[in-house]
């Protein structure tokens, strides 16, 4: 049981990260209905960023994680505002093609920047060491990321539920002319939903360089565990981006211990029951 | 009669001498050598140690005039460790920028594609990392894709060797299996466990987990395997991937525990690993556990010629060599003598020249075996250690040193040594 409970609790690390990126793409799809395949990019740019700023400029952590903030959400504006807003009433291809685009660039322009071997960013003193839980040692920092994935979602609840700006978004993403016809501006709206979503894709890049190495790929195999993670639980809804990242991060965890060799045919066989039985997500049409 | 004998005699002995004189001449004036490994992502340093070796090498040639005069012109591409990418590289190399001999590959699925488009290119390759022994033993022994060659040690080193060490430790009963879930973790794995077993039938293997390619969270794996309790773990995944694995197996504690007492990490010898592991094994994380090997090390042999290669790299690049760079630099040397034996540039020939060939590598001679084109030397293993006298980075010491013949299988059977 207490290997259970153990590997339970890896896997509720591993999901907040999934999480993090999973809430970004599920805003920008649920009020922007940008469908952001380069939303691992910004996952990239914020580890990159907060590397920088705790590694070679000597900000402490949370400095780090601030600036790695900032710059994604200057990249998060810049995409939305002279890029993705042209093309907010094509067909769905043409947002593929341009994000798609967009993982070229930043894949690029961190080689550029930061070369292209991988770097190994250092823990926080802060950070180190492990606690025991279950009798077993449990890294302090694994916790810390499972408290700052829930935080997090409470934050977002709070801000779309119980604030102005949320109503808004929320109006904003249901009836979206009938908003604008309320003197919502719409494309200000959406500049700001989708640097939000661009931070939130930051924060979980930002927070996973202690524990992994930034690397000028990792945008991309971030992505497609965060399409599955969208897929169960219904793309648009943040509900779902919850409760299917808990769902591939804990069910993967325990098929690592259980049955390890199938632990990727159980996940994608999730997925394709998902999609065989409620084609729309777990939480699919929920906003 | 006789003198008519005599006269063919000296004819034919003239036509000897001067037929290769004939074809050195033939040679072109820039003989055009076609690399590619990875240069992109979390094990980007195998690439670039490639191109470093490789460098180094044709300077070396042709600052003391080519390989029969011709000098030597070097392109390196990205494999981005794809076999796709891989094949188009090769077929431009060859193809569009007329390369006479290719070299690097980093993983076993691209030496496992390319060898078998290597004869439709009509050109050589020499392998100098991708490791799975189906190259030398299925592609080339059997399926006779003899087009290929490898320069560096095959899962041998990963899987055999290993067990040959930790079978005279009599505390280790209890084994379990991280593997990078693709040809190389599991050609590794098995024959590490077939291999132990055979000398130990007592060890019990009491933990498997698998990671795909170019995984970031080893926790759930590491979790897994530590209920478990082994005894010693053997890890495949390699470059960055093996570098978080290692980083979060330290968070775990796994080191700490009483009853954990080796990590082997099969490529874990690598300079790109020596330098990420510095800080952990300075600070003592790993306990003296965490044991590795790679496909040569540059504090061994401690000859001459080894610490000449080595010191000049560092001159020549500010770092220590990896295997990748020493192998690069072997396999370009290996395709000058073999142009040098034959003074010629045709394929066949260079195979036959190659086949048997024994090469100077900066760790000695290594013997490349004619039926399945397998370079044969030994790459002993050690534990990760840190003094800042011998070395800036954490390296390998208390290096254990089993001949090659004691752990490389052979055709035409394969059995195990």
Redesign the interface.
């Known amino acids: 049981m207490s290997n259970f409970i153990f590997q339970a609790l890896n896997g509720l690390s591993s999901a907040m990260f999934l999480w993090l990126v999973a809430a970004g793409l599920t805003v920008a799809f649920g009020v922007c209905g940008i469908l952001n395949v380069a939303h691992g990019s910004l996952y990239m740019m914020g580890a990159y960023f907060a590397f920088t700023s705790f590694q070679i400029l000597g900000l402490n952590f949370w400095l780090s994680l601030v600036f790695a903030l900032i710059g994604a959400g200057i990249i998060g504006f810049l995409m939305e505002r002279f890029f993705l807003r042209r093309i907010y009433d094509q067909p769905i291809e043409f947002q593929l093609i341009l994000t798609f685009a967009f993982i070229l660039v930043f894949d690029n322009l961190t080689k550029m920047i930061w070369g292209t071997m991988l770097i190994i960013p250092t823990m926080p003193s802060l950070f180190q060491g492990t606690i025991p839980i279950v009798g077993r040692p449990f890294p302090i920092y694994n916790l810390f990321i499972i408290f700052a994935g829930i935080a997090v979602a409470l934050i977002i609840w709070v801000i779309l539920n119980k604030t102005w700006w949320g109503m808004k978004l929320r109006a904003a993403a249901s009836q979206r002319e009938m908003a604008n016809a309320i003197g919502i501006n719409i494309p200000m709206l959406f500049t700001a939903a989708f640097v939000f979503a661009a931070l939130l894709a930051a924060i979980g890049g930002a927070l996973s360089t202690p524990i992994r190495v930034c690397d000028s790929g990792v945008g991309g195999a971030v992505i497609i565990q965060a399409f599955v993670v969208t897929v169960i639980g219904g793309l648009g809804s943040l509900k779902g981006a919850f409760v299917g990242a808990l769902i591939i991060g804990v069910i993967g965890a325990l098929c690592t211990l259980y049955v390890p060799f199938i632990e990727l045919f159980v996940l994608y066989l999730i997925m394709a029951v998902v999609l065989i039985i409620r084609p729309q997500g777990l939480f699919g049409g929920e906003r | 009669m006789k003198k008519m004998t005599g006269i063919l005699g000296i004819a034919l002995f003239l036509v000897f001498i001067l037929t290769p004189a004939v074809n050195a001449a033939e040679l072109p004036k820039v003989i055009k050598i076609g690399g590619q490994g990875v ?7 195998y690439g ?1 140690q490639m191109i470093m070796g490789a460098q180094m090498a044709v300077e070396e040639i042709n600052n003391s005039g080519g390989i029969l005069g011709s000098k030597v012109e070097m392109k390196f591409m990205d494999s981005e460790i794809k076999a796709a990418v891989a094949t188009k590289n090769a077929r431009y190399l060859v193809k569009d920028w007329g390369a006479h001999f290719l070299f690097g590959i980093d993983s076993s699925g691209v030496s496992m594609a390319l060898a078998p488009i290597m004869p439709e290119l009509d050109r050589i390759l020499i392998i100098c990392h991708g490791a799975t022994h189906k190259v030398n033993e299925e592609a080339i022994f059997k399926k006779g894709l003899r087009n290929t060659f490898r320069i560096s040690v095959p899962t041998y080193q990963d899987g055999t060797l290993p067990a040959m060490i930790f079978k005279d430790r009599p505390e280790i009963k209890r084994i379990a299996s991280l593997a990078a879930a693709y040809s190389y973790g599991y050609s590794a794995w098995e024959m590490f466990e077939k291999t132990l077993k055979k000398y130990r039938p007592d060890v019990e293997v009491v933990g ?3 990671a ?1 390619f ?1 995984h ?2 080893f ?3 590491l ?2 395997l ?2 478990a309790k082994p005894d010693l773990i053997l890890a495949t995944p390699w ?2 991937e093996g ?2 694995m290692l ?2 197996a330290i ?3 796994l080191f ?1 525990q009483p009853w954990f007492k080796v990590w082997f990490q099969c490529m874990g010898g690598s300079i ?1 690993m020596a330098e ?1 592991l510095t ?1 952990d094994v300075k600070a003592g994380k790993f306990h003296g556990k965490l044991w590795a090997t790679a496909r040569y090390l540059w504090n061994w042999p401690d000859t001459p010629r080894n610490k000449a290669f080595v010191a000049k790299f560092r001159e020549k690049f500010g770092r220590f060599p990896n295997y990748s760079a020493a192998n690069v630099h072997t396999a370009i040397y290996a395709f000058k003598k073999a142009v040098e034996q034959t003074k010629s540039l045709d394929t066949q020939k260079l195979i036959k020249a190659l086949e048997g060939m024994k090469v100077q590598a900066p760790d000695g001679e290594r013997w490349i075996r004619p039926e399945d084109h397998q370079a044969c030397y030994t790459v002993p293993a050690g534990h990760y250690v840190y003094d800042r006298a011998v070395c800036p980075n954490a390296y390998l010491s208390d290096l254990v040193v089993i001949p090659w013949e004691k752990y490389y299988r052979n055709p035409p059977d394969y059995k195990l040594p």
């Open positions: 240069t992109s992502g979390s094990k980007a340093d670039h498997k987990a698998e795909p170019l970031m969270d926790t759930p794996q979790n897994a530590m209920a470059g960055g570098l978080m980083r979060q968070l775990l504690g700490e790109d990420g800080p």
